[in-house]
């Protein structure tokens, strides 16, 4: 089973006034750098997801996509995400522990 980071976020220090002096946050993290946590961890895939809401911040992102190891993961992703918001039982769901897990086909009252 492949095991995916779904929400990491990438960025260029000097662009986030905010993380100054925080001795963790305070630098670069790039692609290089989560695919070295990504290996060291045992991750295949990651979701990397924009740090803010810019049209540079996006247009970055995609240009990182662009490799077929991301467009397999996104690939994967999305089909499992429509499959499941299709009613399709989740991995969890099958042997009858997720009962309560993400339902969107779920009618009526729920409380």
């Known amino acids: ?34 695919v070295a946590a990504m290996t060291s961890a045992g991750i295949d895939a990651a979701m990397a997801v924009r740090a803010r809401q810019t049209e540079q911040e996006t247009a970055d992102l995609l240009a990182r996509a662009a490799s077929p190891a991301v467009a397999q993961a996104g690939a994967m992703i999305f089909e499992t995400m429509l499959a499941t918001a299709s009613d399709r039982p989740t991995r969890s769901e099958a042997p009858g522990v997720g009962d309560f897990e993400f339902v969107p086909g779920q ?4 409380m």
């Open 107 to 110: 009618m009526g009252a729920w």
């Open 1 to 34: 089973m492949m095991k995916i980071d779904a929400h990491h976020h990438l960025w260029r220090y000097e662009a986030y006034a905010w993380i100054e002096g925080d001795p963790i946050l305070a630098r670069d993290f790039t692609a290089e750098d989560l």
